[in-house]
């Protein structure tokens, strides 16, 4: 990659120094706490179950990828339709977001886990079908309850996105002599995609604090095996601190990856 | 379709009356938690802005960490932690052991997630009035906290309303989180009459029309707030 020079309209301030007599204090505060927890609390069981936890933390995030990306997928055409669509699929597409988002998670799921559960049995047809085998398992109702949820979220945003494309970039890409699709394909979604990156990070963050939800169906992320943990130990506090702390790192990496992949994009005056 | 509404009637054998009870429910912590969110939130961004550098710090670390972790497990860190703190509390001052009522728990725990996000959207806002307005108030010999309540904080509404929305509707949602530690919201009552009456698509949709109705209301309330508060003010596509 050659480096291009980009004129910086807006410099950051320098970060304050880790190092101030205040923050070294704060950090040796923070280090007796920790010590005390370690100490004073009950860890012996994490060795015991360690195997188990990082088989949770990668359903998380199999859980976490996977809804998002095909979410994303429906988020395109969603937020698509919303600016350029004929009127009653635009009408359809502002309604479904308006559905999934004005309602808790929580309820969407036990709908689609329960109630739509209980329909599926009644049928004799879906039950004989090859589909059968995984409709009586939990995570097909976690995963699209996660993935209809980032869909409508980001399918908002996919909408300002694509408004938010200059008229003049797409007028010039049609005096090209570019067909529809060419359009859509090189100009507007990359423009659009790129417009809604800086959300994309926030959004897959609230996706993240989003997956716990599945364990209270039964499907076994990280948070189920801390469920599981704190009833097999009679532990209260220790595995939900663990758990916060496994939830911080896993944010913590994320927006770092983000903010990597953002830094690769050149921007100019956006 | 009449086996629907007899189940949905208000009535004792229907479940209508529970709904809506769970309803109320929500509501109360929702409004609750809103309002000490708010509280929590205008401190914050008080001492985010104007604290000493340890308070900024430890402030950095309560909106990082609530920012960070799923509210579903603050809630049941909050939940159990506030609980066993009042009674060790109440322990030391030699009183005997409270129960603590699920609604002030709940009301507690949402406020607190709440007060995080709330720092941040006011802080925002107060960042954004001029600093002339500020300056001109504390030239009239207006003390802090009189600047603050006279000018700081009416001049920043409009700047912080569509955040502040936005966190109301999230805390209408947030409270059927609550269902996982067991409190009687309208989500866990949902579920309780949908599993007892094995009607789970009828209860879950009546609760889900609920809940948009919430949102719903909600948004046309927005609208009249921000277009009141936004009167007089030429801000050409600011407003919305």
Redesign the interface.
């Known amino acids: 990659m050659s480096e291009v020079q980009v004129p910086s309209a807006y410099v950051a301030p320098k970060g304050r120094s880790l190092f101030e007599p205040h923050r070294i204090f704060l950090m040796l505060v923070f280090a007796v706490l920790i010590f005390c927890v370690a100490w004073f609390m009950r860890w012996d069981w994490l060795p015991r179950y360690q195997d188990r936890l990082i088989y949770g933390v990668g359903q998380t995030l199999l859980m976490l990828f996977s809804t998002a990306i095909v979410g994303f997928l429906f988020a395109v055409p969603l937020g698509l339709v919303q600016v350029t669509g004929p009127k009653p699929l635009a009408l359809l597409a502002r309604g479904f977001c308006t559905l999934i988002r004005g309602t808790p998670l929580l309820l969407q799921l036990w709908l689609l886990y329960y109630g739509l559960g209980s329909v599926f049995a009644q049928f004799p047809e879906i039950r004989s079908s090859f589909l059968w085998p995984y409709l009586r398992q939990a995570w097909p109702y976690g995963f699209t309850a996660l993935m209809i949820s980032f869909a409508a979220y980001e399918g908002e945003v996919m909408r300002g996105a694509f408004a938010g494309v200059p008229r003049g970039e797409l007028e010039a890409a049609r005096a090209f002599g570019m067909g529809r699709f060419t359009l859509f394909r090189r100009i507007w979604l990359p423009r659009a995609i790129h417009r809604a990156l800086p959300t994309l990070t926030g959004e897959t963050v609230l996706q993240l604090k989003s997956t716990p939800l599945v364990a209270t169906v039964t499907v076994v992320d990280v948070y189920a095996i801390i469920s599981r943990v704190r009833q097999e130990t009679y532990l209260t506090y220790e595995p939900l601190l663990l758990l916060a702390l496994i939830y911080l790192c896993l944010t913590g990496i994320l927006v770092y990856a983000f903010r990597l992949l953002e830094n690769r994009i050149p921007t100019r005056g956006v | 379709m009449d086996a629907t509404l007899h189940l949905l009637s208000l009535t004792s054998p229907g479940w209508g009356g529970v709904l809506l009870g769970g309803l109320v429910a929500s509501l109360q912590v929702a409004f609750g938690g809103y309002l000490l969110g708010l509280l929590i939130g205008t401190g914050g961004a008080a001492g985010k802005l104007w604290g000493g ?2 308070l900024r ?2 402030l950095e670390v309560y909106t990082t ?1 609530v920012r ?7 809630i ?2 909050l939940y ?2 506030g609980t ?1 703190a009042v009674n060790q509390v109440m322990a030391l001052l030699g009183l005997p052991s409270v129960d603590i009522s699920g609604l002030a728990a709940g009301i507690f725990v949402i406020g607190v997630v709440q007060g995080a996000y709330s720092t941040e959207v006011l802080r925002g806002a107060i960042l954004s009035i001029p600093p002339g307005q500020i300056e001109a108030a504390r030239a009239y010999g207006m003390s802090p906290l009189l600047a603050l309540r006279r000018v700081t904080l009416p001049a920043m509404l409009p700047f912080a309303l569509p955040g502040l929305s936005n966190l109301w ?1 999230i805390a209408t ?5 609550l ?2 530690v067991g409190f009687a919201e309208l ?1 866990l009552v ?2 309780q009459a ?2 007892t009456t ?1 009607a ?2 009828t209860f ?2 009546a ?2 029309v609920l ?2 109705g ?3 209301v909600s948004n046309l309330v927005i609208r009249a707030i921000e277009k009141r508060a936004l009167r007089g003010m030429t801000r050409p596509g600011g407003a919305a």
Not at chain 2, 68 to 74: A, I, Q, R, W
Not at chain 2, 173 to 177: F, G, M
């Open positions: 550098p340890i710090d430890l960490v960070g972790v799923p509210e579903l497990v603050l049941l860190i159990y932690a066993d509707l949602k947030d409270t059927a989180l269902a996982v989500t949902t579920r949908a599993g094995k789970y698509m879950f949709l609760a889900g809940y948009l919430i949102t719903l």
